[in-house]
């Protein structure tokens, strides 16, 4: 069995923290790769030298099919990591080193436990839908969380949505969302989208601060294309997928569809998405005393 580790330089790893890391790794006696970022974050705290063969670039290459995939970091951690992937069927684990993190399926005293469930492949793995996004300045490219265009300039934007050739808005504002079920707790929340369990075929439409007081979030079917042109007074426009960004011009269009892959994510065992709610939206906390 195989690890692919994967971090971000600018993460605050601690010298106990790799040091487990790489005990376990020896002690289940795991093959591992590891991105050229992170292997120079090693080197520097653990004066630990990788070979080079173990180091992989911008992408993982082809990996064994009975690898998993451990991301060390926070939710945008993982989602850079999911980017790496050449084969998306290999299960996708984080070790939440960050902050709120949604998609984590371990804390820093969990380590333990998810390095012995790998070993004894009992992980919990949930396959989630991820979208694709097709534009003329962006290629062919693939999210988990959200698609995002948004304003560049101080003036609004306004975005036209069409799905399955309907109109569904033009949204006047700073732009709009394309959640999936997954990233109803990212972006989409923090904008007034509503929260959508993982299992659920669907996206979200969610505006962004429109300037029409009656828009609101809309929720198609996963079957749907939607179709979105961009229509800009100062000729530009941000278009966001995750966590990577692009540029868009006036008139352009994006599409996007329910993709043909899927992400396996690796949840906690005995922990459901509405309890994952509970503790990191504090929904049992009672601010009344």
Avoid at 240 to 260: F, P, V
Wanted: proline share 4%; with cysteine; aromatic share 6%.
């Amino acid at each position: 069995m195989k690890i692919i580790l994967f971090s971000r330089s600018k993460i605050a790893h601690t010298v106990a923290d790799l040091q487990r890391l790489l005990r376990l790794i020896d002690h289940y006696g795991f093959d591992y790769a590891i991105n050229q970022e992170f292997a120079e974050v090693i080197e520097e705290l653990l004066g630990k030298s990788i070979e080079p063969e173990k180091i992989y670039g911008t992408t993982t290459g082809e990996q064994p099919a009975d690898s998993v995939m451990v991301c060390c970091g926070g939710d945008g951690t993982l989602l850079e990591g999911v980017q790496r992937l050449s084969n998306k069927q290999i299960p996708v684990a984080a070790i939440n080193f960050g902050h709120l993190g949604f998609l984590t399926s371990a804390t820093r005293d969990g380590v333990e436990k998810l390095f012995e469930q790998i070993a004894e492949r009992k992980l919990n793995i949930q396959p989630r839908t991820m979208l694709l996004v097709e534009g003329e300045g962006v290629g062919s490219l693939m999210a988990l969380n959200e698609v995002a265009v948004q304003r560049m300039e101080a003036t609004m934007i306004k975005v036209e949505a069409v799905v399955n050739q309907q109109l569904v808005a033009q949204y006047n504002g700073d732009g709009v969302i394309i959640s999936t079920p997954t990233g109803s707790t990212a972006y989409s929340l923090s904008a007034g989208g509503p929260i959508v369990a993982p299992e659920c075929g669907c996206f979200l439409l969610t505006p962004l601060a429109p300037h029409n007081f009656g828009m609101r979030p809309v929720v198609v079917p996963d079957t749907a294309e939607i179709v979105l042109t961009i229509k800009t007074r100062q000729g530009k426009a941000m278009l966001s997928i995750d966590n990577r960004s692009y540029t868009l011009r006036n008139g352009e269009q994006i599409r996007l569809r329910r993709a043909e892959s899927q992400i396996l994510l690796v949840v906690p065992h005995n922990i459901s998405f509405y309890e994952t709610l509970h503790s990191k939206m504090m929904w049992d906390v009672d601010i009344r005393n």
